[in-house]
């Protein structure tokens, strides 16, 4: 009678984690459903307003040399971002093969473009590194430093580059106020990954109402964070080639604007491109479509550029993104086939000896 009590309260258990999987499907399901729908509404709404004739004049003009120049300067970023990593995983004792990481990196970027978040492709990141060393926290920590990293050096650019185009302008002062928000935010942020001290009334705030399995998980990450602050020389090094990089990503914009016939200074492009990068990786749209046009023809057209000009230069700039990381599609693909022709391969010999004699 016990046994079949458990039993019944095992297959209800497993009923309602079918359930509440389900749920969970439909809710990711709707989800995309509407990112869709923003990113068409956005482009629907832009094009409305530009032109679709002024759109394709735009687009017609495109000089393929300077398009070509944009597809280089981007895919050796991408070599620069995986050393960049690279290093992060050393940091963390991790000493894959250079080929290998580079191989998570662009399978990475190619989710990050194809999915309907642009931090899809970390998630696979991660994944890679946990099966290659089963290691979750580093693989977590070191995306997630990646990440910021890179966020950090282009909001760096951008509020370095602000006074040079600015001074002299008359600026409303909410943009000011802005930037010193976004220094005092970053200022913060690095304490506490980096400051036990100071990250301390908040980790006790997190341990209080997180479950316990939930918070010794993220202790791991943080211990990981924390430890990797504490190595001086490794913390530069990753600064400056995160610079390197992120200084190549928004030189494309400028590259993919000179294939357009624009010739506007490349201040500009450090001082908004961040912001338009930053605000297309919120997870509201598909890939950032439809968010990266639109704010790059406000901000753009603050600074003199035609609207149709800034939509079309953003819309190729994501193109460009999208051609250069398509090896990691063809990475993953292969893969995927590797690991089927492996397990055939393995299963073969027990084929051999189940199967009936011929003779």
Same mark, same amino acid.
Request: hydrophobic share 55%; proline share 3%.
């Given at each position: 009678?016990?046994?079949? /009590? ?11 984690? /079918?359930?509440?999987?389900? %749920? ?9 459903? *509407?990112?869709? =729908?923003?990113?068409?509404?956005? !482009? ?9 004739? =002024? ?33 992060? *995983? ?7 093969? #250079? ?40 693989? $977590?920590?070191?995306? #997630?430093? %990646? ?19 600015? &001074?002299?302008? %008359? ?9 010193? *928000? ?12 980096? &400051? ?8 006790? $705030?997190?341990?209080? @109402? ?10 791991? !990450? ?15 090094? @990753? ?33 908004? !491109?961040?912001? @338009?990068?930053?605000?297309? &990786? ?15 023809? !406000? ?23 999208? $051609? ?19 397990? @055939? ?13 011929? &003779?």
């Amino acid at each position: 009678m016990k046994r079949r /009590r458990s039993c019944n309260r095992r297959r209800a258990a497993g009923g309602l984690q /079918r359930h509440l999987s389900g %749920d969970g499907l439909i809710l990711r399901f709707l989800y995309t459903i *509407l990112k869709i =729908a923003v990113s068409a509404g956005l !482009i629907a709404v832009l094009v409305s307003r530009i032109g679709a004739g =002024a759109i394709v004049a735009s687009l017609g003009r495109t000089d393929p040399v300077w398009l070509s120049a944009a597809l280089l300067l981007f895919t050796a970023s991408y070599g620069l971002g995986a050393l960049q990593w690279a290093m992060l *995983l050393r940091g963390e004792g991790i000493r894959l093969p #250079f080929r290998r990481t580079l191989a998570f990196y662009y399978v990475g970027l190619f989710f990050n473009n194809f999915l309907p978040s642009q931090l899809g492709g970390d998630m696979f990141r991660m994944f890679d590194v946990r099966k290659a060393t089963s290691d979750t926290a580093a693989a $977590v920590s070191t995306v #997630f430093l %990646d990440r910021v990293f890179g966020l950090l050096l282009m909001s760096g650019l951008a509020v370095f580059s602000g006074p040079f185009i600015l &001074s002299g302008r %008359d600026v409303n002062p909410l943009f000011w106020g802005f930037i010193l *928000l976004l220094i005092a935010g970053w200022t913060l942020a690095l304490c506490l990954f980096f &400051s036990k001290r100071m990250a301390r009334p908040l980790a006790w $705030v997190f341990e209080r @109402v997180v479950s316990k399995r939930f918070h010794v998980r993220c202790r791991a !990450i943080y211990e990981k964070i924390h430890r990797f602050g504490r190595n001086r020389r490794l913390l530069v090094s @990753v600064l400056m080639v995160s610079l390197i990089v992120q200084t190549m990503r928004i030189l494309t914009h400028c590259l993919v604007g000179r294939a357009l016939g624009l010739s506007f200074p490349v201040l500009y492009y450090f001082l908004l !491109i961040p912001a @338009v990068a930053i605000l297309a &990786s919120l997870p509201v749209s598909i890939g950032g479509l439809g968010i990266r046009e639109q704010t790059a023809v !406000i901000l753009f057209s603050a600074v003199g550029m035609y609207g149709e000009d800034a939509a079309v230069m953003e819309f190729l700039a994501y193109l460009v993104a999208i $051609v250069t990381s398509m090896p990691g599609g063809i990475i993953f693909t292969l893969r995927r086939r590797a690991v089927r022709v492996s397990s @055939v391969l393995a299963e073969a010999p027990l084929r051999e000896i189940v199967r009936p004699n011929d &003779s």
